[in-house]
């Protein structure tokens, strides 16, 4: 991913405070020689909540309700965040970046706000992610849009 995305000028990486985000930051910041500002509000939600640290076999057998919930992104279980409340942070975390005012930025973050961008934010809809896959998006009058993806498919 370095080698794709060290031409575009970016002048700072915004990263989850989570280590495999971190550690992935400290990777990129050697190519693209660049500061790196840890933003809580770019975190991964927790959605497991109580079935947190369990494989996801012993969670089925012993909470097969709660994991038959999980399937619908919107429903929470005892111990994880809300989905409301995760995608107001995703929105508090991009208006920060943007009060930057920064050009170009990077953000690593996780699966689940990179699909809140993609549903709520940029009305696209429903999307798979790959490792280390990346999104070019352009703010247009506080308005996003997405011009290039790689690694990033819509599902249909």
């Known amino acids: 991913m370095a080698q794709k995305i060290r031409d575009f000028g970016i002048e700072k990486i915004f ?13 990129l910041q050697k190519e693209l020689n660049c500061p790196i500002e840890i933003l809580q509000d770019i975190r991964e939600r927790n ?19 709660l994991v038959s919930l999980l399937k619908d992104t919107h429903n929470t279980i005892e111990g994880g965040e809300a989905y409301e409340p ?3 942070r995703v929105k508090r975390g991009l208006v ?12 690593i973050t996780h699966g689940g706000p990179i699909r809140v961008i993609f549903r709520e934010i940029l009305k696209i809809g429903e999307i798979s992610v790959d490792d280390c896959a990346f999104a070019e998006l352009e703010a247009d009058h506080r308005r996003l849009k997405a011009v290039r993806l790689d690694g990033i498919e819509l599902r249909t």
């Open 86 to 88: 995760f995608v107001a």
């Open 96 to 107: 920060t970046i943007e009060g930057s005012d920064l050009k170009i930025v990077a953000i």
């Open 47 to 65: 959605h497991y909540g109580i079935l947190t640290d369990m494989v996801k076999a012993e969670a089925k057998e012993k909470y097969p309700e």
């Open 15 to 27: 990263c989850s405070p989570r280590i495999r985000a971190q550690e992935t930051a400290a990777i």
